[in-house]
């Protein structure tokens, strides 16, 4: 079955930098958009960066110029660089992905099981 497993979550000081992966597995066709979420204790999921498959982004307010997504349409991986972090980015981060397996005629949306990113001195 397709599957996204996420990478790189942690605990890092304010101004520091972390590097969350994402990878997908199982018997692709094709993968369309894929984008990062984040969801904070009491607070609604909300969308932080999302790539389509030609490489357009497109980011929250909250992270532009601190945030980078990126993904490698041949390993099937998306990644977020987060520099310059904030104790509000804490949070944990979701993968997110429209996927066509090889036993489906369309594309169904996926989700990892999310990576907690902690920012505090």
């Known amino acids: 079955q397709v599957q996204l497993v996420e990478s790189g979550g942690g605990l890092v000081q304010p101004g520091g930098s972390l590097r969350l992966s994402c990878a997908v597995s199982g018997r692709i066709f094709s993968i369309n958009g894929m984008g990062w979420y984040r969801q904070a204790p009491g607070k609604e999921r909300e969308l932080v960066a999302f790539?389509?498959?030609?490489?357009?982004?497109n980011y929250a307010d909250s992270v532009k110029g601190r945030f980078t997504i990126s993904r490698d349409n041949v390993k099937n991986t998306v990644a977020l660089q987060m520099n310059s972090l904030k104790p509000e980015d804490t949070a944990v981060y979701y993968c997110n992905a429209w996927i066509q397996s090889t036993d489906s005629n369309y594309h169904s949306n996926y989700w990892g099981q999310g990576t907690q990113v902690t920012v505090s001195s």
């Open positions: 790539i389509t498959r030609g490489g357009s982004t």
